[in-house]
């Protein structure tokens, strides 16, 4: 991105008519600005919802601005997992990363309240949530934390994510002893999945092929889409719904270059990305169906967890643990309806 700066010193050198008229240069330049390309990522291959609501947000915004700003999408963790990708959007290296609130925990507290195992009811339930005055207070936090260094987008579904592993299909709680599972980097996952009895072994999802492959895990969590898209069922063919998280994904827009740019391209950034949000969800709804087929064509052993209770029950002390410190938001998310 091409910006003029003069620093204090020159101005002062060049005297008051020619700081007007540098006034009047910067001016034209920021209004015939050069054009600007945003780098995007996702850790999902093209024409997976995320990736293609952020294409389409980035089409909306080159005709919105007569092609001066697009964006450039990076997809298949083609600049690293999310961890890079967060520490690449906070130096400014990539302006926009779609990623998983599950690893936002420990940057912005708050966040863990979405990542609380079966904290929200249903699917319905979290979209409320997310779409009202919590998920915008939580953007917020993010936005104004002083050293997270990201400005909160939007968010968008990621469904409900279950159990995967190449051993057995989970019915009850029990049934995950001893199984070594890998779970998204957050304190948070691994003590879920201990509670539950199994091993959790915090990882990122980059890494997690291969260690499927080599047996350093026997499996995972997650929507049916990751699971799919990521072929994921190669490895790890029993796939049992025991929903014991529904994390939305988060859009992150890095700060270094959002303060560098005018306010009218800053509201449109959150304008395109707001709807965005609302087109992902169409997406996904439709591409879950596609996945689960494609699931079941493959040979996945898909089985229902009837059991939900002694779950719930198993990770209270993960809710003591990491919620404790929560109660009066997880006391408002639980009066959505
Ligand atoms: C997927 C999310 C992705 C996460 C991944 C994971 O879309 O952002 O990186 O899970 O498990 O559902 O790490």
């Not at 005297?15 to 995007?40: D, E, F, W």
């Not at 007569?66 to 130096?91: D, N, V, W």
């Not at 990621?158 to 002893?177: M, Q, W």
Request: net charge positive.
């Amino acid at each position: 991105m091409s910006k003029v700066t003069i620093d204090r010193r020159s101005l002062l050198r060049l005297g008051a008519g020619a700081v007007a008229a540098t006034t009047a240069m910067k001016a034209t330049i920021s209004s015939a600005q050069a054009k600007v390309v945003l780098k995007a990522t996702d850790v999902h291959p093209l024409g997976y919802p995320t990736v293609e609501a952020v294409v389409r947000m980035g089409k909306k915004l080159e005709e919105a601005t007569k092609g001066r700003i697009s964006i450039q999408m990076y997809p298949s963790m083609q600049l690293g997992g999310e961890k890079e990708m967060i520490e690449q959007a906070q130096l400014g290296a990539l302006q926009i990363a779609r990623i998983s609130v599950g690893p936002m925990g420990p940057l912005v507290p708050e966040f863990n309240v979405f990542n609380l195992p079966f904290v929200f009811r249903d699917v319905a339930h979290m979209e409320k949530v997310i779409d009202g005055p919590i998920g915008s207070e939580l953007l917020d936090k993010l936005t104004k934390h002083p050293t997270a260094g990201l400005v909160g987008l939007c968010y968008m579904n990621a469904g409900v994510r279950n159990v995967y592993n190449s051993k057995k299909p989970i019915t009850k709680v029990e049934d995950l002893k001893g199984l070594k599972i890998r779970m998204m980097g957050n304190p948070l996952f691994v003590d879920t999945m201990n509670s539950l009895g199994g091993n959790g072994v915090a990882m990122g999802f980059d890494q997690l092929i291969n260690a499927m492959q080599t047996g350093v895990v026997d499996g995972a969590e997650n929507n049916e889409p990751s699971y799919e898209s990521g072929q994921h069922y190669r490895y790890a063919k029993f796939y049992s719904k025991t929903g014991h998280l529904m994390i939305p994904e988060i859009l992150v827009f890095s700060k270094r270059t959002f303060d560098g740019m005018s306010k009218d391209d800053q509201e449109l950034i959150l304008k395109t990305a707001k709807e965005a949000q609302l087109e992902q969800r169409k997406l996904w709804y439709e591409r879950e169906q596609e996945s689960l087929k494609k699931m079941l064509e493959a040979g996945v052993v898909v089985n229902e967890v009837t059991d939900r209770e002694a779950f719930q029950a198993a990770v209270k002390p993960v809710w003591e643990k990491h919620g404790a410190a929560h109660k009066a938001l997880i006391d408002r998310i639980a009066a959505v309806n």
